[in-house]
């Protein structure tokens, strides 16, 4: 497999909105993580490419919206009203998960990409 590639990440204020992408190989279910250092990696968003079904962890629901392009292999992550709480590494990766639910859980993830800093300040 390809390591998938991230980008999109940087510096914002709080309120602000950052658009990531992620080229990655086309799989069934496909998700966005985040860790910060000394703290375990975490799920954000998964999002099942053939139903286009998605899931979002509780704190980021109503402000991320996870997306693809299957035409470009592209995986995407709007984020809107970024609080400081945000400011993370953020990684995509291919689930080997058969539901939405199950692939925010980070030992699923069969392969990462190496990650887009994300910076909220307030």
């Known amino acids: 497999q390809v390591q998938p590639v991230e980008s999109g990440g940087g510096s914002v204020q709080a309120g602000g909105s950052l658009m990531l992408a992620c080229v990655i190989s086309?799989?069934?279910?496909m998700g966005w993580f985040r860790q910060i250092p000394g703290k375990e990696r975490e799920g954000v968003a998964v999002?099942?490419?053939?139903?286009?079904?998605?899931f979002y962890h509780s704190s980021v629901s109503g402000r991320f919206t996870i997306s693809q392009d299957s035409a470009k292999n592209t995986l995407y992550l709007q984020m809107t009203s970024l609080k400081p709480e945000d400011t993370a590494m953020y990684y995509c990766?291919?689930?080997?998960?058969?539901?939405?639910?199950?692939?925010?859980?980070?030992?699923?993830?069969?392969?990462w990409g190496r990650g887009t800093q994300v910076t909220v300040s307030s």
């Open positions: 990766a291919a689930l080997g998960v058969g539901t939405v639910r199950a692939g925010l859980r980070p030992d699923f993830a069969d392969y």
């Open positions: 086309q799989y069934p279910f």
């Open positions: 999002i099942a490419t053939e139903a286009g079904s998605t």
